[in-house]
């Protein structure tokens, strides 16, 4: 089981935290939203804050599955150097 939280790129309305924690918890998106929204309106406006730090140090849940099983890009430091006078294959 994932214990990270993480953000999700789909069904997301600004940067994807509420509908990462909807996936995350097995909610309906819309119901996450919904008490989202009263918490944020009966705290005056923490929530907002909350969701500005949460969406900027968040993770996608896409970049934890390639970091997991190692399906994201090369990274250039692995890249090998290529020469002026390489050939096409060898």
Known sequence: ????????????MVSGVLAGLSDKWNFDVTLVRLLFAIFTISNFGIGVIIYIILASILPTKEEIEAEMYGTGPRKRKEAEAIEDNDGWFW
């Open 1 to 12: 089981m994932n214990t990270k939280f993480y953000k999700m790129r789909r069904n997301r």
